[in-house]
């Protein structure tokens, strides 16, 4: 069973700069698909960023530029820059085992999921 703890949210003004950390318990991370979704209020979890074991990123529309997704010894990292109002939601790191070839960001598809961490962004 893999667990995730997120950390790094927290209250930044339009333009500000935030880095999202998640710790994974398993020290295998490289073999999973790892990704950062948000959740508005209300509404479906949506994915943000993705990293595969090859190290392949891919991203959602609204943050390409601005969000960078890294992935460190047991950590996976989501670098948000030139945050929005938008992008005040609460935040989710989760993982999936590979070797199937997915590549999305389709909340269904993963199998461990942290327990959140808040961003707000203010204008």
């Known amino acids: 069973q893999v667990q995730l703890v997120e950390s790094g949210g927290g209250s930044v003004q339009s333009g500000g700069s935030l880095r999202l950390s998640c710790a994974v318990s398993?020290?295998?991370?490289?073999?999973?698909?790892v990704a950062w979704f948000r959740q508005y209020p209300g509404k479906e979890r949506e994915g943000v960023a993705g990293?595969?074991?090859?190290?392949r990123t891919f991203y959602a529309d609204s943050v390409k530029g601005r969000f960078t997704i890294s992935r460190g010894w047991s950590w996976v990292h989501l670098d948000m820059n030139s945050l929005k109002p938008a992008d005040t939601a609460t935040y989710y790191c989760?993982?999936?085992?590979?070797?199937?070839?997915?590549?999305?960001?389709?909340?269904?598809?993963?199998?461990?999921w942290g327990q959140g961490t808040q961003v707000t962004v203010s204008s």
């Open positions: 989760a993982a999936r085992n590979g070797g199937d070839g997915y590549r999305g960001l389709a909340a269904r598809e993963y199998n461990y």
């Open positions: 398993d020290y295998t991370v490289n073999n999973y698909l």
């Open positions: 990293l595969d074991s090859a190290s």
